[in-house]
């Protein structure tokens, strides 16, 4: 990863991170500076603390505290100096960066009859370094597609946080709009035209409007804009085919995905939730679920540094839900990663075969013998 | 005649003098105004364009002559830099050291240094509260810098003629 990356924090954290090994730089995944309190960073699947010296502890009696002037030049630097332009963000407890990287905060709120109108103090700050993989998605794109209507399905992608929804979203995004199907019979389609709203700013990293990240040449951007309203504003005005949307589970949500729907848009979207048996638990995705609105579902989770992926369709996504299957709740992401893996994983997968034997599609996962793409999502 | 030469040369030192008093007399309430006009244009890109503040002040500094844009200029290429300074100490550096090429004086900087100290920290509605303050002060300095020329300007003015032609009397 190149260094500029720090370019928004402030010189004394910059010059300190910048520091790092560069086999940690490389699988960084989170940063949190919380004021006086030692500087922790998440990277490779585990969490270190960083000493003084820019080294690597796992000890956190040796980690570096930031003071309240760092935290301070840490909130204006990353707001850009303009608290005033970024309230309805502090509001929501985030703002992102240059580059995509969410920035999570916490202090002390302000309330306003009841709701939270501003938060002051910030304290604690947890930095997520969003990362493109190009070809992440490439394994899983096959199982997605919908051959008469020579298109994807609509598709949830569903896991808990921090294990690679928003970057498998993006490269997905890539692939349908460039065309990259990565499936012999798909091979005349090209590329569909592709609304992405970008309601956190996450997926494109938008710069004056420009997403930084590669999208393919198909992918229009609507940044920083409400999920519900923005489906509605792209299915209107850009003509996509297909939406790509992140973290739905609201009530409105909702509504917005079913008048796509029957726009004749396919919708991909993400959620929170540690596997199916809690998308049915969630109000507003069980009903989706029940009536049938997506097409596949797509499991994610981790197993040392490594994504893999399971698709499910709705047949089979309603069978699991009846038969309580909770194969896939997912272990702390940073718990020390654990060396038997394919074993483990293995197991687990043929369970769930012998569960849904009979049905189409057969769960795909990324080999674990196969390095590089399909590992390490941040 | 060299006498002559020196008089003269006396009588033009004092009027010029008195001439350059009096500008610093008409300059004052003028820069002010411009001043004025500065946090108008940041009420207005920090209220309704939320724009960032960087921008806003480099916007600020394209719409007012100098010496003030160039103190503006300087602080928003500083918070553009990243070199980790924070607004106020980047305002107030900038402000303090840029000062003695202006006309102004203690109490309008008084009112845009404090200003300095709040500005990009808080929300929206407070941002435009402090500005507003902030150029509320700067009305009333304004008030006081006409009353002030009106008194001392042509004052100044003869005053160096005079004084120029009394030394000229003395020496003669």
Redesign the interface.
Known sequence: MPPVLFEWLPYQLRSLLSGLPDAVLETLEEIRIRENRPLEIGYGGRFAFVRGDGSVADDYRAGYKPSREDCKALLEKVTDHSLYAVEEELRRGYVTVAGGHRIGLAGRTVLEGGAVRHLRDVTSFNVRIARARPGCAARLLPALLDKAARTVRHTLIVSPPQQGKTTLLRDLARAVSSGEWNDPSARSWGGRKVGIVDERSEIAACERGVPTFDLGPRTDVLDACPKAEGMMMLVRSMSPEVVVVDEIGRPEDADALREALHAGVRVLATAHASDLSDVFNRPVLALLAREGVFGAYVLLSRAGGRVEHRVYGALEAEEARRRGLRQWAAAPRDAPAPAPAPAASRSAGGALETAIKARPLPPIRSPDRLEGEGEGHA | MLKLLGAVLVLFAGTMIGYLQAARFAERPRQIRYLLHALQRLETE?GYG?????D?LHRVSLAIPPPLAGMFAAIAAE?RA???V??RESWENTFSSGWPSTAMRGGEREALLRLGGTL?????E??LKHVRLAMLQLQTEEAAAREDQQRYEKLCRSLGVLGAALVVILMM
């Open positions: 920090i939320q724009t960032p503040l960087p806003a918070l990243g070199t980790g924070t607004v990009g920290g808080s929300g929206r407070d941002q």
